[in-house]
């Protein structure tokens, strides 16, 4: 136990708001103010202290974001302020009649002004507040009632666990919408892809999902934002704080939360009209989704005068953009074979606009989503654009099928290796299981030497078909007994280029063992879970022999991804596959971070008191970079005890034993050596 004295609690209380600070100017700002390493040294120092002193712990500090137990499931919470939804408007005359609607409801028409806020496509959330701290954070649900996802609302960073507001109300409510920036959408789906895990197909289900989580580690990688844009202070009365919405707005910016900046003030509806026609195409270069404009009244005791109908306010209306959907017909369906043998039917459409591109192909997904749909080569479509990922096919307009259109049927043969394909019982996919089909060494290929994989420079997706095509790769193995001959009999492949690939290639043997792994495209081993069972299993043959229960037994790694690497090893050609690697001198095990050995190591070292200049974790690193241990409490293993100003017992005892003292600058000294 260590004795805390008030200098300690001083500088927990000054770490925490350092570290707060420049959270906030990076998450919330966007402007960073600390380098990345302060940042990590500040943050790692406030760790330690708080495990030291436990006594200390508090549910605000920027430690205490990610839980780390995962829930068993979420209780439902009672909206103290119901959530409500808004009627919508589609275009400027809608806007229009909404306006005439709320002005004949007043006696008398005043001059109103209207707040316009982007309509952010996510998920909304309720998030409480208790004198100034963060209590709970829950889901729209019906509006009534929601869900409690607070593990996870901690997660966002841009949310703060403390109100930077001094007098704060004992309650404060924020309503927001929480969401995925696109970058990090599209990067997830990359990773689901690579897992061979169903994508999200938007960024909105991408969110919904992601804040309806069990596992708070998943959600804080998930990387989540947040941009609120409601205040209520329950039974206080919220004009003497606020009196308008942009006031509101503003407050909440003070309170530390992120509002979004493209926000206006409009006289008039015609003003409204033309920030809605400009954000049309300026959305388009926004870092996330959004489907319309919010229009508020801007004064409280207007919206107090005109109240809610069942559903929504009528101080308010939600003036969207058209649809990312279009009609277009189908000229065929084609079928892809993907990497994994998946057949993947794919519509060949009459090219169309959506959101800013050209779309003339569209997922269909599988047989029975086919089937579902009941779509024919000829049929007419309605197709969507949902955020940036592969369009899809929503709904077929039967009333335009022409009588000579083709009902598709699932091939029974590889449109690619011609082998028969298999659909297993339960299983929505048809794949095809010939292990040296082309199409599925490409795709083998394509990962394998892929930016987070095995990073092959030159190797791109064109070369890789090639070298199949040639016959001259039919594993990713063959990729290391290429030579430079061998290559170049390929088109326009000189001495030089080949030369360069050759080293591209030897370099990867140097890749660690966790990209090895991911390289090998196991389903649902994405480049995190790849990472989270090198250190687990440090070598492949561990995690080859493992039993799914063994796999399972790690942390954040389920039933699913075990189950998927355990019969991943069971079949013969991997295994083969794994012990040609192996002898081509790939990194099939962990690397042991290697400590050289110095005339200090094996040593012990103890730390007493505050250094002069190093503070304790630098004087350990340091130490322990020699080889050295360091330990908290003096015995006759004791080699050295480093001393500090007001040290206590500590030098007392080791004085007792004749250990060697060294001050700080002795110690400098003594490592320099
Ligand atoms: S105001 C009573 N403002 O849109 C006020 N909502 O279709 C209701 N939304 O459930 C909400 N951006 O999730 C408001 N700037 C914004 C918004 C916004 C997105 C969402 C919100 C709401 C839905 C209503």
Redesign the pocket.
Not at 11 to 30: F, I, K, N, P
Not at 284 to 290: A, F, K, R
Not at 402 to 409: E, L, N, T
Not at 449 to 471: F, T, Y
């Given at each position: 136990m260590s004795f805390l004295t008030p200098e300690i609690r001083q500088r927990v209380e000054e770490l925490r708001t350092l570290v707060q600070q420049a959270s906030y100017a990076y998450y919330v700002l966007d402007n960073p103010t600390m380098e990345d390493t302060v940042y990590d040294r500040l943050y790692r120092e406030l760790q330690q202290l708080e495990t030291q002193y436990p006594e200390l712990a508090s549910s605000d500090s920027p430690t205490m974001r990610v839980g780390e137990k995962p829930a068993t499931g979420f209780s439902s919470v009672q909206h103290k302020i119901p959530?409500?939804?808004?009627e919508?408007a589609f275009n400027t005359e809608e806007l229009q009649n909404w306006e005439k609607r709320w002005q004949r409801q007043l006696s008398s028409i005043e001059v109103a002004e209207y707040v316009c806020?982007?309509?952010?496509?996510?998920?909304?959330l309720a998030l409480s507040y208790e004198n100034g701290l963060l209590v709970r954070g829950a889901t729209?649900g019906d509006g009534v009632a929601g869900e409690d996802i607070t593990q996870n609302v901690r997660t966002i960073r841009s949310i703060p666990l403390k109100l930077q507001l001094d007098n704060c109300p004992s309650l404060v409510e924020v309503?927001g919408?929480a969401f995925l920036p696109l970058d990090v959408f599209q990067q997830i789906n990359q990773e689901r892809l690579a897992a061979q895990e169903q994508l999200f197909a938007n960024p909105r289900n991408a969110a919904a999902g992601t804040l309806r989580q069990l596992n708070p580690q998943i959600v804080a990688r998930r990387k989540l934002d947040f941009?609120a844009?409601?205040l209520h202070i329950p039974g206080q009365d919220n004009l003497s704080i606020a009196c308008t919405q942009w006031e509101a707005l503003e407050l909440l910016q003070q309170m530390g939360f992120k509002v979004?900046p493209n926000r206006t003030l409009s006289a008039t509806s015609k003003e409204v009209a033309q920030y809605y026609q400009r954000w049309d195409t300026e959305r388009l270069n926004l870092p996330y989704m959004t489907d319309g404009v919010?229009v508020?009244l801007n004064s409280f005791s207007l919206q107090e005068q005109l109240g809610f109908t069942q559903k929504?306010?009528r101080w308010?209306v939600?003036l969207k953009y058209a649809a990312e959907e279009a009609p277009t017909r189908v000229e065929n369906i084609a079928v892809n074979v993907g990497r994994t043998g998946a057949l993947t039917p794919l519509a060949q459409m009459r090219p169309v606009q959506l959101a800013g591109t050209t779309v003339s192909r569209a997922t269909l997904h599988n047989a029975d989503r086919i089937r579902e749909l009941d779509i024919r080569i000829g049929d007419t479509v309605i197709v969507r654009k949902a955020g940036e990922i592969i369009p899809e096919v929503l709904r077929v307009l039967l009333e335009l099928r022409p009588p000579d259109a083709q009902v598709f049927q699932m091939p029974q043969n590889c449109p690619v290796c011609n082998q028969p394909v298999v659909r297993t019982l339960g299983e929505a996919v048809t794949r095809c299981v010939n292990a040296s089909c082309p199409a599925i060494v490409k795709g083998a290929i394509e990962h394998w030497v892929s930016r987070d994989a095995l990073d092959i420079n030159g190797m791109g997706e064109k070369l890789g078909h090639q070298l199949v095509d040639k016959g001259l790769v039919h594993s990713v193995a063959d990729i290391y007994e290429l030579t430079n001959q061998k290559l170049q009999t390929l088109e326009r492949m000189g001495n030089k280029l080949a030369e360069k690939l050759i080293a591209a290639i030897a370099l990867s043997k140097t890749k660690p063992y966790s990209r090895v792994l991911y390289g090998l495209g196991i389903r649902h081993v994405g480049s995190v879970n790849a990472q989270t069972l090198t250190q687990q299993f440090p070598t492949v043959e561990q995690l080859a022999q493992a039993e799914i229960n063994e796999i399972a037994a790690v942390y954040g790694i389920g039933v699913e991804i075990a189950g998927s690497v355990h019969q991943w090893f069971r079949i013969e050609a991997n295994q083969t596959l794994i012990s040609r690697l192996q002898n081509l001198g790939l990194q099939l095990k962990a690397e042991i971070k290697e400590t050289p050995t110095t005339s200090l190591t094996g040593k012990t070292f103890v730390i007493t008191g505050t250094l002069p200049t190093l503070k304790r974790e630098e004087a350990k690193e340091l130490i322990e970079k020699t080889g050295a241990k360091v330990t908290d409490s003096v015995s006759k293993k004791t080699d050295y005890l480093v001393v500090g100003e007001e040290a206590g017992s500590k030098l007392a005892k080791a004085q007792k034993l004749g250990i060697t003292c060294l001050e700080e600058a002795q110690l400098l000294e003594l490592l320099n050596n």
């Amino acid at each position: 136990m260590s004795f805390l004295t008030p200098e300690i609690r001083q500088r927990v209380e000054e770490l925490r708001t350092l570290v707060q600070q420049a959270s906030y100017a990076y998450y919330v700002l966007d402007n960073p103010t600390m380098e990345d390493t302060v940042y990590d040294r500040l943050y790692r120092e406030l760790q330690q202290l708080e495990t030291q002193y436990p006594e200390l712990a508090s549910s605000d500090s920027p430690t205490m974001r990610v839980g780390e137990k995962p829930a068993t499931g979420f209780s439902s919470v009672q909206h103290k302020i119901p959530l409500y939804s808004l009627e919508n408007a589609f275009n400027t005359e809608e806007l229009q009649n909404w306006e005439k609607r709320w002005q004949r409801q007043l006696s008398s028409i005043e001059v109103a002004e209207y707040v316009c806020e982007l309509k952010i496509d996510g998920s909304a959330l309720a998030l409480s507040y208790e004198n100034g701290l963060l209590v709970r954070g829950a889901t729209r649900g019906d509006g009534v009632a929601g869900e409690d996802i607070t593990q996870n609302v901690r997660t966002i960073r841009s949310i703060p666990l403390k109100l930077q507001l001094d007098n704060c109300p004992s309650l404060v409510e924020v309503r927001g919408e929480a969401f995925l920036p696109l970058d990090v959408f599209q990067q997830i789906n990359q990773e689901r892809l690579a897992a061979q895990e169903q994508l999200f197909a938007n960024p909105r289900n991408a969110a919904a999902g992601t804040l309806r989580q069990l596992n708070p580690q998943i959600v804080a990688r998930r990387k989540l934002d947040f941009f609120a844009y409601t205040l209520h202070i329950p039974g206080q009365d919220n004009l003497s704080i606020a009196c308008t919405q942009w006031e509101a707005l503003e407050l909440l910016q003070q309170m530390g939360f992120k509002v979004n900046p493209n926000r206006t003030l409009s006289a008039t509806s015609k003003e409204v009209a033309q920030y809605y026609q400009r954000w049309d195409t300026e959305r388009l270069n926004l870092p996330y989704m959004t489907d319309g404009v919010v229009v508020k009244l801007n004064s409280f005791s207007l919206q107090e005068q005109l109240g809610f109908t069942q559903k929504f306010p009528r101080w308010a209306v939600a003036l969207k953009y058209a649809a990312e959907e279009a009609p277009t017909r189908v000229e065929n369906i084609a079928v892809n074979v993907g990497r994994t043998g998946a057949l993947t039917p794919l519509a060949q459409m009459r090219p169309v606009q959506l959101a800013g591109t050209t779309v003339s192909r569209a997922t269909l997904h599988n047989a029975d989503r086919i089937r579902e749909l009941d779509i024919r080569i000829g049929d007419t479509v309605i197709v969507r654009k949902a955020g940036e990922i592969i369009p899809e096919v929503l709904r077929v307009l039967l009333e335009l099928r022409p009588p000579d259109a083709q009902v598709f049927q699932m091939p029974q043969n590889c449109p690619v290796c011609n082998q028969p394909v298999v659909r297993t019982l339960g299983e929505a996919v048809t794949r095809c299981v010939n292990a040296s089909c082309p199409a599925i060494v490409k795709g083998a290929i394509e990962h394998w030497v892929s930016r987070d994989a095995l990073d092959i420079n030159g190797m791109g997706e064109k070369l890789g078909h090639q070298l199949v095509d040639k016959g001259l790769v039919h594993s990713v193995a063959d990729i290391y007994e290429l030579t430079n001959q061998k290559l170049q009999t390929l088109e326009r492949m000189g001495n030089k280029l080949a030369e360069k690939l050759i080293a591209a290639i030897a370099l990867s043997k140097t890749k660690p063992y966790s990209r090895v792994l991911y390289g090998l495209g196991i389903r649902h081993v994405g480049s995190v879970n790849a990472q989270t069972l090198t250190q687990q299993f440090p070598t492949v043959e561990q995690l080859a022999q493992a039993e799914i229960n063994e796999i399972a037994a790690v942390y954040g790694i389920g039933v699913e991804i075990a189950g998927s690497v355990h019969q991943w090893f069971r079949i013969e050609a991997n295994q083969t596959l794994i012990s040609r690697l192996q002898n081509l001198g790939l990194q099939l095990k962990a690397e042991i971070k290697e400590t050289p050995t110095t005339s200090l190591t094996g040593k012990t070292f103890v730390i007493t008191g505050t250094l002069p200049t190093l503070k304790r974790e630098e004087a350990k690193e340091l130490i322990e970079k020699t080889g050295a241990k360091v330990t908290d409490s003096v015995s006759k293993k004791t080699d050295y005890l480093v001393v500090g100003e007001e040290a206590g017992s500590k030098l007392a005892k080791a004085q007792k034993l004749g250990i060697t003292c060294l001050e700080e600058a002795q110690l400098l000294e003594l490592l320099n050596n």
